[in-house]
């Protein structure tokens, strides 16, 4: 898939599920309007990241434009704050989350893999999450850099972009109306 730049926030998409990513990427398919999307959508529009952000570190800045042309990859992040030692710790904000999630800190690396590309050294990555109000880190380490760069080159040659093999997944997946739907089989009576 080299036709477009991949949008970072959709890539966790793909590392949940394949199919998932091609419904709402390539084949532009809203998913279902569940209550927790909308929720999760308006919150995360709203919320106040100064607010939030660590006061005990400096603010590089707030919902930044990032790119790294060599993954071919572009998104925009929430927040990037800096340490003492001048390092930078990129910031999502989740309405919940599950620090164990692999897919959301997958994202997260794609937007330090763009920051590093244009020279910053990271710290770690942070999560904040907004119905506990806590910060989750993740240290910014190798075995997660080449995961995310799996990823990405996952989505570029990928030609069939496939079904979970995980049912579970399936059954609160906001998409899977539109994904099942042309898997009924209808039956046409003739006269
Ligand atoms: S319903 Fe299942 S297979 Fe379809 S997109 Fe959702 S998680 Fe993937």
Partial sequence: MNLFQIPIRKIQKYAFCPRQFMLEVILQVPPDPTVELIKGELIHKRIDRKKYRNKKRKLFGISIELANEELGILGIIDLVEITQDGRLIPVEFKKNSNPNYLPDWIGLCAYALCLEYEGYDIAHLEIYCHESRKRYQ???????????????????????????????KCKNCANRTFCWVETIQTTIQME
Avoid: A, H, V, W
């Fill in 138 to 168: 993740k240290s910014y380490d190798n075995y997660l850099k080449q995961l995310t760069i799996q990823t990405i080159r996952g989505i570029r040659n990928d030609t069939e972009f496939k079904r979970t093999t995980n049912p579970n």
